[in-house]
T-cell receptor, first 110, second 115 residues
Framework: EDQVTQSPEALRLQEGESSSLNCSYT??????LFWYRQDPGKGPEFLFT???AGEEKEKERLKATLTKKESFLHITAPKPEDSATYLC???????????FGKGTRLSVIA | KAGVTQTPRYLIKTRGQQVTLSCSPI?????VSWYQQTPGQGLQFLFE???????NKGNFPGRFSGRQFSNSRSEMNVSTLELGDSALYLC??????????????FGSGTQLSVL
């Protein structure tokens, strides 16, 4: 049973073309939703943690938002260096480790 | 502060062999988690060690094992390698642990190829 689902699987944007990535989750009693960025051949790099519905966090061209059922990662005026796979993850109930979605592979073309 | 260090970076083995991967966490972090990443399955949790004790285990066969030393460094071992074990193996560290809502810091991974 998938607890974290990301869409789309892949996204190709022109430089400057804003868009959003989606992460939906089914765990109850959310204890945080994490966004990571992963470049090819490297480990995931932490971007944001969101804890409650309505919360928003920003970093450069990225803004993450959270509702009771999903999170969005908005990318405003992306640049080629934003090309990467973006992963979201949640800790299920209890003291269990993070469950990751399969990611959205973003390509930004100059 | 040094990040999470994984060695070796690349490894090529043949079926039936065994392999040991190493992970040095960020100084002061007591939790080390291991994940397997493949294109089809994404990141799959293997196990977590906290203060030398295995705290959680994922749904992997017994061929996958690990341990943690008193200095928090961790190793994972895969015995009797199969072709399907080819993957990027990632180690992540944190202070409190992977299930506490605390963010994880990942190493660059070990890319294992089984021929």
């Amino acid at each position: 049973e998938d607890q974290v689902t990301q869409s789309p699987e892949a996204l190709r944007l022109q430089e400057g073309e804003s868009s959003s990535l989606n992460c939906s989750y089914t765990v109850s009693g959310l204890r945080g939703l994490f966004w990571y960025r992963q470049d090819p051949g490297k480990g995931p790099e932490f971007l944001f943690t969101l804890y409650s519905a309505g919360e928003e966090k920003e970093k450069e061209r990225l803004k993450a938002t959270l509702t009771k059922k999903e999170s969005f990662l908005h990318i405003t005026a992306p640049k080629p260096e934003d090309s990467a796979t973006y992963l979201c993850a949640v800790p299920p109930t209890g003291n269990t480790p993070l469950v990751f979605g399969k990611g959205t592979r973003l390509s930004v073309i100059a | 502060k040094a990040g999470v260090t994984q060695t070796p970076r690349y490894l090529i083995k043949t079926r039936g062999q065994q392999v040991t991967l190493s992970c040095s966490p960020i100084s002061g972090h007591r939790s080390v988690s291991w994940y397997q990443q493949t294109p089809g399955q994404g990141l799959q949790f293997l196990f977590e060690y906290f203060s030398e004790t295995q705290r959680n285990k994922g749904n992997f066969p017994g061929r996958f094992s690990g341990r943690q030393f008193s200095n928090s460094r961790s190793e994972m071992n895969v015995s009797t390698l199969e072709l399907g074990d080819s993957a990027l193996y990632l180690c992540a560290s944190s202070f409190l642990g992977a299930g506490t809502g605390e963010k994880l810091f990942f190493g660059s991974g070990t890319q294992l190829s089984v021929l």
